[in-house]
């Protein structure tokens, strides 16, 4: 049963299994403690110290372990805003940073602080030339993820960091998707990672903090982890991630190989086997594991369902498989589609054998989730654009209102693409919608089908989506 | 070899250990994902919950699981006071609250908010009349733990929570002592505890919040735990913790009676054994498996590295095995001796013979400690006595300055113990010391010897404790 989630949270790997088994009898005792107990847990604690450190490419009293990558990420933002706070309050973050940050980020802004999303192109890349421009003389901080934990895009770290140092600004960089494959390079100030995404357990992050950086601990006085992550060290786990981080990385060169051949099959073979589908991200400069496409006419959640009912256990960013109705601020900020979204991440170890598995049953899937949804075919599509009035020539003044009021994600983009081919050439479609999806997949429709996306109108209680047919 | 600090961390109940191991494979996946890996997690999930919620006492929907005890207290205190802001920022607790508390009470006084802490009696309990009176018409919180970590006395938490409610203070109570051996009683608001007392893993806390609990969670949103602990579910070691606090809890009432058996031998041989002795805390109304003596002219860190030498892992609240030179602020609070002081607290399973060991090795090692540190025998103390002029009279001009500056605990007691027999009943002595474990130690000493304590005098860069003779 291929698991194909591993930015979520990866299994856990067999070193750390052992490791965290093997510490149990000697690791549960207060390292703080002088005695035999204590004795040893603190030597397991330094041990695991030194290698996560080396690991990641600092020294060890640089580096802290935190209950979480989350709390690595929420601690390190808000020690390092703190450290700099006679600078100013002013935080820079890529739009597609981890709701980790961005929510750190909306601490910030409500305590009335600033914060500066830095806009990424449709690969999901911020540009460091625009990096480097929103930095301000009152930044106190920015944070760049070294690779999208949704697309698999890789940041340009280096470039950014020496941007922000030029100007004095410490950068954090978010390693959650990337620290199991490889250390990050450029001059990062502040580090965090998650060990259940490369195969430790769960409960324990790291926060790196670069000697010279500002940073002062925020919360409740705590004498744990140097004073700057508070509560009893979880040292077992803690071995274990570290013992799991070091294996992976012996493992991460010809896995990486391995792996970017089979996303390279996937991303190949997925808008052949399946009509109407973006593979969106940078599909050079990516994360080895990891590919996302969006299917159109496909409602996100009822395909996770079957894809699930089919053996494959995939994510996804679309509006109907989140609690809140909105797609993915990634995809978002993207500008690409979100309906029919699927993250494919790949465990290390996956066989070949189990995605050529997947592309066998991805179409049909996909094709039946269509069905049900009375989505047009591309045939269909093709055969209504051939046969439509189009052909006698342009009218501009042909316009065709599509009420899918209260029709939620892919629904809105089914009825307009049903309805497009009886638009003569020249003339417009008004999509009246108040599915926040449509917003992003009424252009990314357009886009993808070479239309022209006009813009938004006000319409009482929805938006109107205005598309012009050009072809 | 016998383990005796239970209190700061229980070794792994085998029921834990079998529970983390089984739920490794099952519990990695992410819990708000739909695919089988996330369904399975979610029911581990849901399943320690409950099993954790049953053995608090509260709903399932009113508990979640936090990283560790500190971060339930931390969570705890600081939403419930944000949930009541509007009624005023004061925060009531005990004098002898854990570390965790007191420091999130001084975050709170950083911020601009104001604390109380109640005072304690001897035994250490604070007197729900005083607890009662500290209440203020803009008190938004208050915190009681269930027992003390350091000495074992329960606290009276069903009256204190009935004043409490009485004026519609919510009540925090801080359990990490005692979930373990049963539910905490009385009509508490909200509830801490943290696994690894109880024989748990690390990596687990829990914080229960009452329905109707006015609680906004502070820092970053996150969703996971209903918006109240941010961070990936730490699934295994949450199950194990829910595992093996139903497993205690099914033992608890036996083994109870039998270590509290143990406790009071111990309690009843050390002052027989050990000379100068004061055995502290409540010796009835307390943690069925603490107990805390503190021994005269002993250097309480000697104390433990011989006792460890000796095959004994025990704690001490002394100033001498802190790093901050300072005594535990429990034993200060309770105004008791603080030096050569020893926690032993017995895990579950710990045999009588074990105690026997332990009570046949201590006289020698507190013999040893004296003997090297130079200090008066209870004999020559008394013999000293009987040949000193005190006999001829009383002579209260008689003054005799001790100096002990730049000495640290024991010494300056040590230094008034010996010079004491030549000093006239009706006089007095001045030790001069700049140790903060003077302050606390010496008046102890004059109580344990029955002699006045006069007070404290300014002198340059100590402080002179005067002690008059008065038999």
């Given at each position: 049963m291929p698991y194909f989630d591993a930015a979520s949270s990866a299994p856990l790997h067999p070193v750390a299994r052992q490791a965290l088994q093997a510490s149990l009898d000697e690791g549960?005792?207060?390292?703080?403690?002088?005695y035999r107990e204590g004795r040893r847990a603190r030597l397991l604690l330094d041990a695991a110290r030194e290698a996560a450190a080396e690991a990641v490419g600092c020294r060890p009293d640089e580096l802290v372990f935190t209950p979480s990558g989350t709390h690595a990420i929420h601690l390190g933002i808000s020690g390092a805003l703190a450290g700099r706070r006679r600078v100013g309050r002013h935080l820079v973050v890529s739009a597609v940073e981890h709701s980790s940050v961005l929510h750190a980020g909306g601490a910030l802004r409500d305590d009335g602080g600033a914060v500066t999303e830095v806009p990424v192109d449709r690969s999901g890349a911020v540009s460091p030339d625009a990096y480097a421009a929103a930095l301000r003389e009152d930044t106190a901080l920015a944070c760049l993820q070294s690779a999208n934990h949704e697309v698999g895009t890789e940041q340009p770290v280096a470039p950014v960091a020496e941007a922000c140092r030029a100007v004095g600004v410490p950068l954090l960089v978010d390693a959650a998707q990337s620290l199991g494959w490889r250390p990050v390079e450029g001059a990062w100030s502040l580090l965090t990672a998650s060990a259940h995404k490369w195969g430790g357990p769960a409960g324990v992050g790291l926060l790196a903090v670069r000697k010279g950086v500002r940073f002062a601990h925020q919360g409740p006085a705590d004498e744990r982890e140097s004073g700057r992550s508070a509560g009893f060290e979880n040292i077992p786990a803690i071995v274990a991630a570290a013992a799991s981080l070091r294996a992976v990385r012996m493992e991460a060169a010809a896995e990486a190989v391995r792996l970017r051949a089979l996303v390279d099959r996937i991303r190949a073979s997925v808008p052949e086997l399946v009509p109407d589908v973006e593979v969106v991200g940078d599909p050079v400069r990516r994360l080895p594991h990891l590919v996302t496409f969006s299917c159109l006419y496909v409602d996100g959640e009822v395909l996770l369902h079957e894809l699930d009912r089919a053996g494959f256990s995939v994510s996804s960013g679309s509006s109907?498989?989140?609690?809140?109705?909105?797609?993915s601020h990634v995809l978002r900020a993207m500008g690409?589609?979100?309906?029919g979204n699927v993250r494919v991440s790949l465990p290390m170890g996956t066989g070949e054998e189990e995605v050529e598995r997947f592309l066998a049953v991805l179409p049909g899937v996909v094709a039946g989730v269509r069905e049900r949804l009375g989505a047009p075919s591309s045939a269909s599509f093709a055969a209504s654009f051939a046969g439509s009035p189009s052909g006698s020539g342009e009218d501009e003044d042909a316009s065709v209102v599509v009420d899918a009021l209260g029709k939620l994600c892919p629904i809105p983009v089914i009825e307009l693409a049903k309805i497009?081919?009886?638009?003569?050439?020249?003339g417009t479609v008004t999509v009246l919608s108040d599915d926040e999806a449509a917003r992003l997949d009424i252009p990314a429709w357009c886009e993808m089908r070479g239309q022209e996306f006009v813009g938004e109108r006000g319409a009482g209680r929805g938006v109107g989506y205005v598309v012009r047919r050009v072809s």
């Open positions: 549960w005792a207060d390292p703080a403690r002088l109907c498989t989140s609690g809140t109705l909105t797609p690409v589609l979100s309906e497009f081919g009886d638009v003569p050439v020249g």
